[in-house]
T-cell receptor, first 115, second 112 residues
Framework: NAGVMQNPRHLVRRRGQEARLRCSPMKGHSHVYWYRQLPEEGLKFMVYLQKENIIDESGMPKERFSAEFPKEGPSILRIQQVVRGDSAAYFC?????????????FGPGTRLLVL | SQKIEQNSEALNIQEGKTATLTCNYTNYSPAYLQWYRQDPGRGPVFLLLIRENEKEKRKERLKVTFDTTLKQSLFHITASQPADSATYLCALENQAGTALIFGKGTTLSVSS
C-alpha cells in the first residue's frame, strides 16, 4: 500500500524559471493539502484541494503560485518565475476525508532550491 | 489569529528518562490536537490525536494530555531511546476546518 508520493524529491531552478511539483495521494484518498516549510520555520499551510476543486487557498501567495488536482493524475503545485525566497521544502499530504478523524498522511517532500 | 507555540526548540535527555514536550495555543478553542514526528529530510508522521473532551491518551510509550483551561498539551515519551530522537510537532485544525496549523517543533535528542 504505497504512501503519498512526491516528485521530484529535489528540484533546482534558476530565478525566473517555473517549478512544477507533483503529488500522488494515497490510494483512495481524495483530499490533498500542500504545505511549505522554510528553513528554521514550521510547516505552513498553502492550499487544500479535492478532486477538481480548490477548497481553501488562503495560505497560497496570490501571485505566481497555483495548484490543481485533476480528475485523473497527480496534484500539481506550480510556481512561476521562481525567486530565491521560494527555496523551501514543499510537502503534500492526503486524507480520506475531512474532519477530526481523518489523519493527514504526508509525502517525503520536494526540496526546491532557487539559484 | 490562531497561534500555536512549542516552548522548547531543543530538548536533550539521557536514554531511559521521560521526555516531556509542551505545546501552547491561543485565540482558539480547538476540538482536537495532533502530534507528529518528523525526521530529517522526511515528511511528518502522525502519532496521536487527542480530543477536547479527553484529558489523556496513550499509545505504547507515548502519552498526551490536553488541558483546555490552560490551552496546553503535553507530550511524554517514557523510557526514551536514541531512536526517539527527532523533531516533534503539535498541530491544530484551523477554524475553517480545512488545514492543520503546526508549531515550529521541538527537536529531541536522546543520548545513550
Amino acid at each position: 500500500n504505497a504512501g503519498v508520493m512526491q516528485n521530484p524529491r529535489h528540484l533546482v531552478r534558476r530565478r525566473g524559471q517555473e517549478a512544477r511539483l507533483r503529488c500522488s495521494p494515497m490510494k483512495g484518498h481524495s483530499h490533498v493539502y500542500w504545505y511549505r516549510q522554510l528553513p528554521e520555520e514550521g510547516l505552513k499551510f498553502m492550499v487544500y484541494l479535492q478532486k477538481e476543486n480548490i477548497i481553501d487557498e488562503s495560505g497560497m501567495p496570490k501571485e505566481r503560485f497555483s495548484a490543481e488536482f485533476p480528475k485523473e493524475g497527480p496534484s500539481i503545485l506550480r510556481i512561476q518565475q521562481v525567486v530565491r525566497g521560494d527555496s523551501a521544502a514543499y510537502f503534500c499530504a492526503s486524507s480520506l476525508g475531512q474532519g477530526e478523524l481523518e489523519t493527514q498522511y504526508f509525502g517525503p517532500g520536494t526540496r526546491l532550491l532557487v539559484l | 489569529s490562531q497561534k500555536i507555540e512549542q516552548n522548547s526548540e531543543a530538548l536533550n535527555i539521557q536514554e531511559g528518562k521521560t521526555a516531556t514536550l509542551t505545546c501552547n495555543y491561543t485565540n482558539y478553542s480547538p476540538a482536537y490536537l495532533q502530534w507528529y514526528r518528523q525526521d530529517p529530510g522526511r515528511g511528518p508522521v502522525f502519532l496521536l490525536l487527542i480530543r477536547e473532551n479527553e484529558k489523556e491518551k496513550r499509545k505504547e510509550r507515548l502519552k498526551v494530555t490536553f488541558d483546555t483551561t490552560l490551552k496546553q498539551s503535553l507530550f511524554h515519551i517514557t523510557a526514551s531511546q536514541p531512536a526517539d530522537s527527532a523533531t516533534y510537532l503539535c498541530a491544530l485544525e484551523n477554524q475553517a476546518g480545512t488545514a492543520l496549523i503546526f508549531g515550529k517543533g521541538t527537536t529531541l535528542s536522546v543520548s545513550s
